[in-house]
């Protein structure tokens, strides 16, 4: 069946991992009207190619630069070819690799070896072999998987996607030598490349008898192994990127194979850019399965090739934009401009867009730049909402509830497939690396699934042992989280720390912590009424160049925090210390809900160089620690200092009512006595009071130096 994983190719030397074809065995079918193919003349054209093709001189040289010529007779095992310099060479060659790669692969690694060894037969073994990778620096083709058709079977593509999958190296024949143990006579079988399987015949080729049929038997045939060829090559597992496809459908993803020196080159969770030939082969049950068959990878670093390149407009405005006077302000405005209030919490997603600069130091070690922000309070605060902006926002985000998370499907996982094979399979926070990862519901997860992020959080690294595998994916990612208080609602009777109930060690973690009320009051709850019924008769705003603007910034700005910032910041965190401490000894020493450490000295930084990547400044000065201070001090530091029932607010209609309640509350509760909370509210009720002023008015008394609140018993002072 033509086009199943192998197509028509020509003339080869028997060291190639392609198969060797002669220019008769071409399909019969061939469009005609395309120029006659001459092998030779083909492989005299990429000699020429490989020993002439020159780039033009860059600054502090005089003279034109033979890269690929220079490239071979260096010592280096392998050489990468750059598919548009063929196409500026020979736009005819350039057709001949995107139509049939099966047919100028083989040639170009013939080309490669007749330039090493001029003298070389043919079908001679060469001891300088190199290994021929093929790159494309401009798209062609489908651009993701989800764009391949079966028109692209055996044509050559270039696919941008994640790795989330690595199987373990296995070993493919390339020549197998056999030898007849009848009549001894050698043969000579050249394996298929990809992942098809090699056939190995049955039957002697010895004159048989007539009679008595082949002398040799059947299967007489043992292999010499000394003599066989064999090539490494593993098996991943290639996903579209998340920006990619339809929204509320999982990525498409496709195996791909690669060979060589690419074994084990791209851990799970790798972006990159592959050159492949779109092949197609049987499995077991007999379906005929898509993948790719990896000739050139190029790994994305700083540059970004998910989105398309920043033009010279584009940079103008840009810098016209981060010049504007109450810069910050506009920007905050723009922050999920349909919910309501929490202004806040708006700055705290605009500096996790943008985020910090990521540090190397001279010893090895790194210093993240990503934020981490942490939104627990009362339900029907927009909480998920923000975190949905933010998924919508960020370039690479994968949004997922606590409840049907697990740590292995967070971080990474070593499954076991039914021949007993290990493969390592990326979480959702290694193939968000770069990005942001939404994690609604956090208070739903196991306690377990959350220690398992807290290596990714900090150390931006997934380390997993496992099965005699060990590996170390990167986890460069931001974390938006989003829980609710164990009981529901944020209880003004319980301490902080209770309300939140989330280890330290995790807590410690996020650089923002926000504490989101449901303020009832009649002016607030008109405004937010007003506000939700406009956004209903508006609609939606594409913040789609919003979107550029926060790119452009995170690429082209790493700013670091001045000295005299560093001075100040320094003074006001040992200021900030002694206020925790002073708070603890008033409090019996009872620990403060988020423990304020090193952790935040460093989260004040990053906010800081947010900030001042916004304006596109290198420097984050002192007004930046400033506002970085002022955003941390309304959100960590006032979560880790808050106490039971913290700035409780009555209406003018609940004072009278407020007051008879009290007076209630006294006759109920001796000098120097105690009753318990649940009873005093019963007995309340009866008298047709609102539970809710009750719990209010409880709140209010136990702010007071009258009442004591301790183990759900209300406690008068003497």
Same mark, same amino acid.
């Given at each position: 069946m033509s086009g199943f994983d192998v197509g028509p190719v020509s003339i080869v030397a028997t060291n190639s991992n392609w198969v060797s074809y002669k220019e008769d065995d071409r399909d019969a079918d061939a469009d005609e009207t395309r120029p006659p193919f001459d092998a030779r003349l083909t492989l005299a054209e990429l000699h020429h190619f490989l020993k002439f093709y020159t780039k033009s001189p860059e600054d502090g040289q005089s003279e034109e630069v033979y890269i690929y010529s220079d490239a071979l007779q260096r010592d280096s095992n392998s050489i990468?070819?750059?598919?548009?310099?063929?196409?500026?060479?020979?736009?005819?060659?350039?057709?001949?690799?995107?139509?049939?790669?099966?047919?100028?692969?083989?040639?170009l690694e013939a080309a490669v070896l007749k330039f090493l060894n001029p003298r070389a037969k043919k079908d001679e073994e060469m001891q300088n072999q190199r290994e021929v990778f093929l790159i494309a620096t401009e798209q062609f083709?489908?651009?993701?998987?989800?764009?391949?058709?079966?028109?692209?079977?055996?044509?050559?593509?270039?696919?941008?996607?994640?790795?989330?999958?690595?199987?373990?190296?296995?070993?493919?024949?390339?020549?197998?030598?056999?030898?007849?143990?009848?009549?001894?006579?050698?043969?000579?079988?050249?394996?298929?490349?990809?992942?098809?399987?090699?056939?190995?015949?049955?039957?002697?080729?010895?004159?048989?008898?007539e009679g008595s049929g082949n002398l040799c038997g059947r299967d007489p045939f043992f292999i010499e192994d000394k003599k066989c060829k064999f090539v490494d090559?593993?098996?991943?597992?290639?996903?579209?990127?998340?920006?990619?496809?339809?929204?509320?459908?999982?990525?498409?993803?496709?195996?791909?194979?690669v060979e060589g020196s690419l074994v084990y080159s791209i851990p799970p969770g790798t972006e990159v850019r592959v050159t492949a030939v779109y092949n197609v082969v049987k499995n077991k049950q007999g379906r005929h399965i898509g993948y790719l068959r990896v000739?050139?990878? =190029?790994?994305?670093? *700083?540059?970004?090739?998910?989105? !398309? @390149?920043?033009?010279?407009?584009?940079?103008?405005?840009? /810098?016209?934009?981060?010049?504007?006077? =109450?810069?910050?302000? *506009?920007?905050?405005?723009?922050? !999920? @401009?349909?919910?309501?209030?929490?202004?806040?919490?708006? /700055?705290?997603?605009?500096?996790?867009?943008?985020?910090?600069?990521?540090?190397?130091?001279?010893?090895?070690?790194?210093?993240?730049?990503?934020?981490?922000?942490?939104?627990?309070?009362?339900?029907?605060?927009?909480?998920?909402?923000?975190?949905?902006?933010?998924?919508?926002?960020?370039?690479?985000?994968?949004?997922?509830?606590?409840?049907?998370?697990?740590?292995?499907?967070?971080?990474?996982?070593?499954?076991k497939k039914p021949n007993g094979q290990f493969y390592l399979e990326a979480g959702a926070m290694v193939t968000a690396s770069g990005g942001v990862i939404c994690i609604d519901e956090f208070d739903k997860m196991q306690p377990e699934d959350r220690v398992a992020i807290h290596e990714g959080m900090e150390q931006q690294s997934i380390s997993i042992a496992k099965a005699g595998i060990t590996a170390t994916l990167n986890c460069k990612t931001s974390v938006l989280a989003a829980a609710n208080p164990p009981s529901g609602r944020y209880d003004d009777m319980v301490s902080a720390q209770q309300n939140m109930d989330l280890q330290t060690t995790i807590l410690s973690r996020f650089d923002l912590i926000f504490i989101v009320r449901d303020v009832t009051t009649r002016e607030h709850d008109a405004r937010l009424a007003d506000h939700m019924c406009l956004q209903h008769r508006l609609g939606h705003v594409s913040n789609q160049q919003e979107d550029r603007d926060e790119q452009y910034c995170r690429q082209r700005c790493d700013p670091r925090i001045t000295q005299e910032a560093a001075t100040y910041l320094s003074h006001e965190y040992v200021d900030i210390r002694e206020q925790v401490r002073q708070r603890i000894h008033d409090d019996d020493g009872e620990a403060p809900a988020v423990p304020i450490t090193v952790r935040?000295?460093?989260?004040?930084?990053?906010?800081?160089?947010?900030?001042?990547?916004?304006?596109?400044?290198?420097?984050?000065?002192?007004?930046?620690?400033?506002?970085?201070?002022?955003?941390?001090?309304?959100?960590?530091?006032?979560?880790?200092?808050?106490?039971?029932?913290?700035?409780?607010v009555f209406t003018e209609a609940d004072q009278a009512e407020l007051q008879y309640v009290i007076t209630q509350i006294n006759k109920r509760v001796p000098l120097g006595g105690a009753v318990r909370e649940d009873k005093l509210t019963c007995e309340l009720v009866r008298l047709n009071i609102n539970e809710g002023l009750i719990r209010r008015a409880l709140v209010f008394l136990a702010q007071s130096q009258d009442y004591e609140y301790k183990r759900g018993r209300l406690h008068r002072n003497c």
């Open positions: 990468t070819i750059d598919l548009q310099d063929i196409k500026l060479h020979s736009p005819e060659l350039y057709e001949l690799f995107t139509r049939d790669p099966s047919v100028a692969m083989p040639l083709g489908p651009a993701s998987i989800q764009a391949i058709r079966s028109t692209n079977i055996s044509q050559l593509v270039t696919i941008s996607g994640v790795v989330t999958r690595a199987e373990e190296r296995q070993n493919r024949a390339v020549k197998v030598v056999l030898k007849c143990k009848g009549c001894g006579s050698v043969k000579t079988v050249i394996g298929r490349p990809g992942l098809g399987r090699m056939t190995c015949p049955t039957a002697c080729d010895s004159i048989t008898v090559f593993q098996v991943l597992k290639l996903q579209d990127l998340p920006e990619i496809g339809s929204p509320g459908e999982p990525p498409d993803s496709l195996q791909m194979m000739v050139g990878v =190029q790994h994305v670093g *700083k540059q970004d090739l998910r989105h !398309a @390149p920043f033009t010279a407009e584009e940079e103008t405005r840009f /810098k016209e934009f981060a010049a504007q006077p =109450q810069l910050h302000q *506009k920007i905050f405005k723009l922050m !999920a @401009p349909s919910i309501y209030g929490h202004d806040d919490i708006k /700055k705290a997603v605009a500096c996790l867009l943008f985020g910090g600069a990521r540090k190397v130091m001279p010893d090895g070690t790194a210093r993240r730049g990503d934020i981490h922000v942490l939104l627990i309070g009362d339900p029907s605060t927009a909480k998920s909402q923000f975190l949905k902006f933010a998924a919508q926002m960020a370039p690479v985000a994968v949004y997922t509830a606590g409840k049907t998370s697990s740590g292995p499907g967070l971080t990474g996982s070593m499954l935040q000295l460093e989260a004040v930084v990053r906010i800081s160089e947010a900030l001042a990547r916004m304006q596109l400044c290198r420097s984050a000065t002192q007004a930046h620690v400033q506002l970085a201070l002022d955003l941390f001090k309304v959100s960590t530091l006032n979560a880790a200092t808050a106490g039971m029932a913290d700035n409780v």
